[in-house]
């Protein structure tokens, strides 16, 4: 069972545009939901986060979306940027008596053209 | 500041070998340890997780097992390698809500 689905396995975008990554989730037990970026061979780089009572995190030219009711995230990337280009991940979290343990999905490609 | 050592970076192993990987985190104490793997075209998937010495919780039934015999390592074993055991082996740390990882072992099983 995929409690955490990315449904697009690339992406393809003009540099200087923006790009949107979604996350559909359906454990409505997470409470806290990440993002990291990820290059060949090594491991995944923490990127943003938002917790679930929130719906939007901002950290420069990352954003954050969440909708609950949806059980769906973004992450918007702008501009976009060639060095961008990586598989991103996202990664959900539930609080069980202060044990965190992140379910990720499977990874979407992003392709930032020159 | 918090830093995670794994090692090794790539490892070729016969079917049938043992095997032991070793993370090891410094700059913290009492984190949470993780075991995930990636296998080729396919997501992060949690192994093992550990919140204190001795104390390891697997996710998924499988050939590996893991330990923690200190506070600060935390180590991926098995007695004999499958084919199946073939893939990128990610160890993580945590103190609060984000995981931080470090930079993968590439496994073959050959």
């Known amino acids: 069972d995929q409690q955490v689905k990315q449904n697009s396995p690339s992406l393809s975008v003009q540099e200087g545009r923006i790009s949107i990554l979604n996350c559909d989730y359906t454990n409505s037990m997470f409470d806290y939901f990440l993002w990291y970026k990820k290059y060949p061979a090594e491991g995944p780089t923490f990127l943003i986060s938002i917790s679930s009572i929130k719906d939007k995190n901002e950290d420069g030219r990352f954003t954050v979306f969440l909708n609950k009711s949806a059980k769906h995230l973004s992450l918007h990337i702008v501009p976009s940027q060639p060095g961008d280009s990586a598989v991103y991940f996202c990664?959900?979290?539930?609080?069980?008596?202060?044990?965190?343990?992140?379910?990720f999905g499977t990874g979407t490609r992003l392709k930032v053209l020159a | 500041s918090q830093t995670i050592h794994q090692w090794p970076a790539t490892l070729v192993q016969p079917v049938g070998s043992p095997l032991s990987l070793e993370c090891t985190v410094e700059g913290t104490s009492n984190p949470n340890l993780y075991w995930y793997r990636q296998a080729a075209g396919r997501g992060l998937q949690l192994l093992f997780y550990s919140v204190g010495i001795g104390q390891i919780s697997s996710e998924v039934p499988q050939n590996l097992s893991a330990s923690r015999p200190q506070d600060r390592q935390f180590i991926l074993s098995s007695k004999k390698l499958l084919l199946s055991d073939s893939g990128f082996y990610l160890c993580?740390?945590?103190?609060?809500?984000?995981?931080?990882f470090g930079q993968g072992t590439r496994l073959t099983v050959v």
């Open positions: 990664a959900a979290s539930a609080t069980l008596s202060g044990t965190y343990k992140y379910i």
């Open positions: 993580a740390w945590s103190m609060g809500r984000a995981a931080f």
